[in-house]
């Protein structure tokens, strides 16, 4: 009788029984690894991972401030969460703190951060707005009016990577954490390829960066995949907006996303792969890489005289707001001044995106 019930346990992931725990009935297959585990067993591994990435590249230090980009989105949700827990859980020793950047995109932006505002009360952490209207004297709306759909997301990833550091600056935050998982991370490999960006391309692995700049920022979820993100804030229950930016349908990272996506299904650790060979490019001696320096219009990190901020902000200004799109376009010697805008120009003189110090 003792032999009888004594059944062999199966390491596989192929049986009634949770591959790791061997107690639970299985409720998901691991999109990363393919083994059939139960919840428990699922939060604790996810969990477990982004803690071993965070201890061994050493990401924090005890006593720092930490700004988690907030968008209100599936990653920076359980970007937020996850870190609460384990700060808590490990003794981690800081203060978070939530950022937002208020693009200024009606039906989209306005409804994401009411879901950021009730994470600012379920997780019990600090939230600071900041908004291109404040910042930069433009709304996205106002933007897209002007250039239509095809370029807008130039616009707004620039406008909205210094917003970052300009909110964390704000908060003093001593470094900033955000959500980007493994897909994004193999999309980006991926289009600095297409586009032959060899400056971006020896970075974009990197698991910080920026921080030869005025905030780092780093990727707990380097390794974390977009499917694994989605299941544990599905069964977790946690308050995420999922809906899709209105101006983005048409926007180049798209094309690789739909290209990831279909490796994935046919070679799940691909993505991972993606990721590796990035770490292991090597950039030729011979290759010229741009040195940055500061931007003499508001003294953000710009490997130009003027940052790409401020090349596009002046093209809104001028109502020439293809000034800055593009790799060869951009403001000359003549153009580059820093003389008063004309009457025609929108009333945000001090709004040049040099409205902090850094």
């Not at 201890?55 to 230090?61: I, R």
């Not at 907030?70 to 020793?93: F, P, Q, W």
């Not at 003294?299 to 001028?318: D, F, T």
Request: with cysteine; hydrophobic share 30%.
């Amino acid at each position: 009788m003792e032999e009888t019930a004594a059944k062999p346990r199966r390491s596989g992931g192929g049986g009634r029984q949770c591959c790791i725990c061997h107690e639970r009935r299985p409720a998901l297959k691991r999109p990363k690894t393919l083994e059939q585990i139960c919840r428990e067993c699922f939060y604790a591994v996810f969990e477990e991972e982004i803690h071993q990435v965070i201890v061994e590249n050493q990401l924090f230090k005890p006593g720092e401030r930490i700004g988690i980009g907030a968008s209100g989105g599936k990653d920076s949700t359980v970007l937020a969460y996850v870190l609460s827990e384990l700060n808590k859980r490990h003794n981690y020793g800081l203060d978070l703190f939530l950022l937002s950047v208020d693009e200024g995109i009606t039906g989209y932006r306005d409804d994401s951060l009411e879901t950021v505002k009730r994470n600012e009360v379920q997780y019990g952490l600090p939230l600071k707005i900041v908004s291109y209207k404040d910042l930069y004297g433009w709304t996205m709306d106002e933007i897209v009016k002007m250039i239509g759909l095809k370029n807008n997301c130039t616009f707004c990833g620039v406008f909205r990577r210094q917003a970052l550091d300009r909110g964390a600056a704000l908060l003093k935050v001593d470094k900033l954490a955000t959500g980007h998982n493994a897909d994004d991370i193999a999309e980006t490999v991926l289009l600095n390829i297409l586009r032959g960006d060899i400056a971006r391309l020896s970075r974009c692995t990197s698991i910080t960066t920026g921080e030869d700049g005025p905030i780092p920022r780093c990727k707990p979820f380097k390794y974390s995949y977009e499917k694994e993100i989605v299941m544990y804030a599905y069964f977790k229950k946690l308050d995420y907006f999922s809906t899709e930016c209105i101006y983005s349908p048409n926007a180049y990272r798209g094309f690789a996303r739909e290209f990831i996506k279909d490796l994935e299904r046919i070679r799940p650790r691909a993505i991972l792969d993606i990721i590796k060979s990035g770490e292991d490019f090597r950039i030729a001696t011979s290759t010229k890489m741009p040195e940055q320096g500061t931007c003499e219009r508001c003294g953000y990190i710009s490997s130009q005289k003027w940052c790409k901020a401020c090349v596009l902000l002046e093209g809104l200004n001028r109502g020439m707001p293809k000034l800055g799109i593009g790799r060869s376009r951009g403001l000359n010697s003549n153009q580059m001044k820093t003389d008063k805008p004309t009457s025609r120009t929108k009333s945000i003189e001090s709004k040049q995106c040099g409205s902090l110090d850094f």
